[in-house]
């Protein structure tokens, strides 16, 4: 099975037709452009699926949570469900990949603070379905962060629709670039991110009356 590079990351791809070279980047941007796509009811459904799934491979019971746009009823997104997994610490690195492997997840090794698969990306693009996890210990707070921001945007439509013109903008601009468009968000995600935690944080003075 042949490598394909992105940018920073690169992947073995499943499929059939496999490439007989190394695509470049901008190849790689045609292959997997960034497009949005109208909130699904199919997506919760989809996470559901697979979160089953990982639990019943890994036999253990463990954290999983439904994270990014797709988590957000009403809000466009890239049509793949991430998940973030609790890191199942009874197995080694290498067991993990193994399983993970072996059920048509591809390990991106250069995600090296935590370990991510991917799923459903092919030598002819995205599947239908397609499925990234993240995956590592709850003290990773960096990590499990996420769940601030997800909650946060479920609960504030408006700063959600805030995230959806951002998104759109950056599609636009950078439809062959992934990195640019993830890039793109990061201020972003981090001050909300930021925001969430401390609301999370302050007491409810509404009770002290």
């Known amino acids: 099975m042949k490598k394909r590079h992105m940018g920073k990351q690169e992947m073995e791809l499943s499929g059939e037709n496999k490439p007989e070279e190394i695509l470049t980047k901008e190849e790689l941007g045609k292959l997997y452009p960034v497009k949005l796509e109208p909130y699904n009811e199919k997506w919760p459904i989809l996470f559901n699926r697979e979160m089953a799934h990982l639990k019943n491979l890994f036999g253990i019971e463990l954290r999983i949570e439904h994270i990014g746009s797709t988590a957000v009823k009403g809000l466009s997104a890239k049509p793949t469900i991430d998940i973030l997994m609790e890191l199942p610490v009874a197995l080694s690195k290498t067991d993990i990949i193994k399983k993970m492997e072996e059920n048509s997840y591809i390990f991106m090794k250069e995600q090296t ?41 479920i609960e504030n439509p408006e700063e959600a629709g805030n995230y959806e013109k951002l998104k759109m ?36 003075l509404s009770r002290l009356d």
Do not use: C
């Not at 439809?175 to 401390?198: F, H, L, P």
């Open 169 to 204: 903008n950056l599609a636009l601009k950078y439809e062959n670039d992934r990195e640019a468009y993830t890039d793109g968000k990061g201020e972003y995600i981090k001050m909300v991110t930021e925001r969430a935690k401390s609301k999370l944080h302050q007491p409810d």
């Open 113 to 153: 603070e935590h370990l991510m698969f991917v799923k459903g990306y092919t030598s002819t693009g995205l599947a239908e379905e397609s499925f990234h996890v993240h995956m590592g210990p709850l003290s990773l707070s960096w990590l499990w962060d996420r769940i601030f921001f997800r909650d946060y945007l």
